[in-house]
């Protein structure tokens, strides 16, 4: 498979208590990196940076982030990467404490 160079984006977000609303703060970065390598690489190194980043904050309830790949200009999209991005995004919010237990 051929790698590719793809920017990490962590932005704080909010979750809203009543619904499923999530209020992203995209002008803030809790990790902006590079990485280099395949789309199946690429998870992988999500899910890392994705539990690194839960390790080294104390979220609130109801307070967490969203983490996204986007590949980096001048390069060819791999096949279904408008696909592959969206599913590879994803939330963390802590929960409450009445809700986690």
Do not use: C
Request: zero cysteines.
């Amino acid at each position: 498979m051929k790698a590719y160079d793809f920017i990490i984006i962590a932005n704080p977000s909010t979750k809203k208590q009543n619904d499923n609303l999530f209020i992203i703060l995209p002008m803030e970065y809790l990790h902006r990196g590079i990485f280099t390598g395949t789309v199946n690489q690429l998870s992988d190194h999500l899910n890392h940076v994705k539990n690194m980043i839960i390790e080294e904050n104390d979220f609130q309830p109801f307070d967490g982030f969203h983490i996204s790949a986007i590949l980096q200009s001048g390069q060819r999209k791999p096949a279904k990467w408008d696909q592959t991005r969206k599913l590879l995004a994803s939330h963390y919010h802590a929960l409450p404490l009445d809700i986690a237990a």
